[in-house]
Antibody, heavy 120, light 107 residues
Framework: QLQLQESGPGLVKPSETLSLTCTVSGGSISSSSYYWGWIRQPPGKGLEWIGSIYYSGSTYYNPSLKSRVTISVDTSKNQFSLKLSSVTAADTAVYYC????????????WGQGTLVTVSS | DIQMTQSPSSLSASVGDRVTITCRASQGISNYLAWYQQKPGKVPKLLIYAASTLQSGVPSRFSGSGSGTDFTLTISSLQPEDVATYYCQKYNSALQAFGQGTRLEIK
């Protein structure tokens, strides 16, 4: 059974770069035509798609975050990562990683989520 | 950018009621529309994709319809365990966007 687990600092200072990693177990990140993505949810608010990476390496980003976001894959570690630069308090959220099916790009498996707080 | 707008933002209904939630896209998205359920304190769960295809394991009281710009999620007979926030999501061209969510409560 596929499992995803987010990891990274729970506290980031304003103007710094938020870095998170999603470790995939129970399946290879490079073996099938899946998309791997990041979604966030500010406390008490709705879901926001951040971006996705195809198993081949193609990336797709939310236009509103595109200038600050980088998603990458490390197949040797079976992980994919998120970097969000120049963070502000508005970036405080629970960050989820997810696997998206190859045909309909919908999130079928999710990590448990990790809260990242932006504060000095 | 395509915007997704859900209505209502919240609703309260009785057990057994038929409940409908609407999602409208600012441009046509064919049937590239999914619905998720998020129970309080839990991870979102995929209910429906391709506008009307039920994800495996999802109760048959949930159904989806629509194409183009207007979509609906229907719960045919509301159950207490359906208390949750529901989100629509568009995914055409590999770019995704969520609606703002609809909070469903039991009256």
């Amino acid at each position: 059974q596929l499992q995803l687990q987010e990891s990274g600092p729970g506290l980031v200072k304003p103007s710094e770069t938020l870095s998170l990693t999603c470790t995939v177990s129970g399946g290879s990140i490079s073996s099938s035509s899946y998309y791997w993505g990041w979604i966030r949810q500010p406390p008490g608010k709705g879901l926001e798609w951040i971006g996705s990476i195809y198993y081949s390496g193609s990336t797709y980003y939310n236009p509103s975050l595109k200038s600050r976001v980088t998603i990458s894959v490390d197949t040797s570690k079976n992980q994919f990562s998120l970097k969000l630069s120049s963070v502000t308090a508005a970036d405080t959220a629970v960050y989820y990683c997810a696997r998206h099916s190859p045909t309909d790009i919908v999130a079928t498996e999710w990590g448990q989520g990790t809260l990242v707080t932006v504060s000095s | 950018d395509i915007q997704m707008t859900q209505s209502p933002s919240s609703l309260s209904a009785s057990v057994g009621d038929r409940v409908t939630i609407t999602c409208r896209a600012s441009q046509g998205i064919s049937n590239y529309l999914a619905w998720y359920q998020q129970k309080p304190g839990k991870v979102p769960k995929l209910l429906i994709y391709a506008a009307s295809t039920l994800q495996s394991g999802v109760p048959s009281r949930f159904s989806g319809s629509g194409s183009g710009t207007d979509f609906t999620l229907t719960i045919s007979s509301l159950q207490p365990e359906d208390v949750a926030t529901y989100y629509c999501q568009k995914y055409n061209s590999a770019l995704q966007a969520f609606g703002q969510g609809t909070r469903l409560e039991i009256k």
